[in-house]
């Protein structure tokens, strides 16, 4: 085992720089195995595409619990598809609409599918105009803020609260029990390389926040409101009375878990997504000032930000079965960590790939919000909303700029990241704001 090679789940140098990483993970080839772990990585954008199609050979059961824990039963025999359905229950969150497999999951989707349609956002779009001027005008009177916890988190926190229509009484809650939970992949509670088992087996001394178990005690009130009532004209009404494309009506358990997931999931890619694409209208030269003088460049802008620094660095698969990938057999259980940020930086699909360019060619076939069955519900609702927040900055402000004194300079930035191997999204994130004339 070549112990010096920097481990992805617990270096710091690797969470405030993964792509460097990356990169050398890339010249072992597209598909290679983790020296210090018994994983399976993928930085190849054909491969990880290929991959993500692939829902027949390979489960999501691990895409929440991750790939760190040993699997709860040991693989016995050539397709563990039935394995894994057998021990589903004792693999951590494996029944959230992104672990799930096959029909249970296409069951669940159908049920959302209706939440996040144009004509949906169209009718929602007055609030979220509205809450976006009143927020920057906030902040741009005021010169500045910490753009993460002053705009990021409460604004998308608030619009997917008013799309589902969590009630305005309870939407500071559910943001402060956000606020306090650790990030979905935390690498502060990550386990050494080797002591996987040993960490999965350890007593917990003390039980971290879950904001979806917290939420769920409310939506479950929501939701058998709604269903004890007739249909009436709102989301959480409809979600109560929706069916299975078989026409039969799922329990009440399952419609809360697909509401709380789908509140958390929705509103901390978005909230990240505002503070990553700060940081490149501020220092990529003269793009500031191009969206300035042209509104209707924003949403490009957007997609190349989700392309080079997306809010997901990775995804996670479970093997069922023995197959190839790339150059490499893959056997049953085999779990394989799919590097989002690496295919989107694959130099054999795109040109510069660790270049800025706007109005790239292809750009909206990069990977942020995944592919195949598994591709994200909220991605017409992350691109609608980030970039009604970006208009309203660029109409408010003469110029924004970033702290110096917190952040440096453009040419040396001083920048914190949350401590995750999930996700990627800056800590804090202090902007400096001049008013429009």
């Known amino acids: 085992m070549n112990t010096t090679e920097r481990d992805y789940y617990t270096d710091r140098t690797v969470l405030l720089d993964p792509y460097d990483w990356f990169e050398e993970m890339r010249a072992k080839g597209p598909v290679c195995r983790m020296a210090n772990r018994d994983l399976v990585l993928v930085t190849g954008f054909a491969e990880a595409v290929e991959l993500l199609n692939n829902a027949a050979d390979w489960s999501n059961a691990i895409s929440v619990s991750g790939p760190l824990l040993p699997l709860p039963f040991e693989p016995d025999a050539e397709d563990i598809s039935g394995q894994i359905e057998e021990h589903r229950g004792d693999i951590p969150l494996a029944d959230l609409l992104v672990a799930k497999d096959g029909t249970p999951h296409a069951q669940s989707r159908a049920l959302i599918s209706a939440l996040f349609t144009p004509s949906r956002l169209k009718a929602n779009q007055a609030y979220v105009t509205a809450l976006a001027d009143r927020m920057v005008r906030g902040v741009v009177a005021q010169g500045g803020c910490e753009l993460i916890g002053a705009i990021a988190s409460p604004f998308v926190t608030f619009v997917v609260s008013d799309i589902l229509g969590v009630p305005e009484a309870d939407r500071d809650d559910f943001r402060r029990i956000i606020d306090l939970a650790p990030p979905p992949g935390n690498m502060e509670a990550a386990p050494p390389p080797g002591k996987e088992a040993e960490w999965a087996a350890r007593p917990r001394e003390t039980e971290e926040v879950n904001p979806l ?13 709604r269903r004890a009532q007739p249909p009436r004209e709102d989301v959480l009404s409809e979600f109560a009375h929706s069916r299975y494309p078989d026409g039969t009506q799922p329990d009440i358990p399952e419609l809360i878990r697909l509401a709380t997931f789908l509140f958390g999931a929705g509103q901390d890619t978005s909230a990240k997504l505002i503070g990553n694409a700060m940081r490149y209208l501020v220092d990529v030269p003269g793009l500031q000032q191009q969206l300035r003088d042209d509104h209707s460049l924003i949403p490009a802008f957007l997609e190349e930000v989700l392309r080079l620094e997306g809010s997901t660095k990775v995804v996670k ?8 990938v790339g150059d490499m057999e893959i056997a049953p259980g085999t779990k394989v960590v799919i590097a989002i940020s690496a295919a989107n930086r694959d130099p054999r699909r795109w040109e510069e790939p660790h270049a800025f360019r706007l109005g790239r060619p292809g750009i909206k076939q990069h990977l942020a919000f995944g592919r195949g069955a598994h591709t994200c519900a909220g991605a017409p609702l992350a691109r609608y909303e980030v970039r009604i927040i970006f208009e309203k900055f660029l109409e408010h402000t003469r110029w924004i700029s970033l702290s110096e004194d917190r952040h440096g300079t453009a040419e040396n930035r001083i920048l914190d990241f949350e401590p995750t191997y999930s996700m990627r999204g800056l800590a804090n994130l202090h902007v400096e704001l001049e008013p429009a004339v």
């Open 213 to 225: 178990e917290y939420m769920a005690a409310y939506f479950y009130r929501y939701i058998s409101e």
């Open 317 to 324: 698969r479970l093997a069922r079965r023995a197959m190839r």
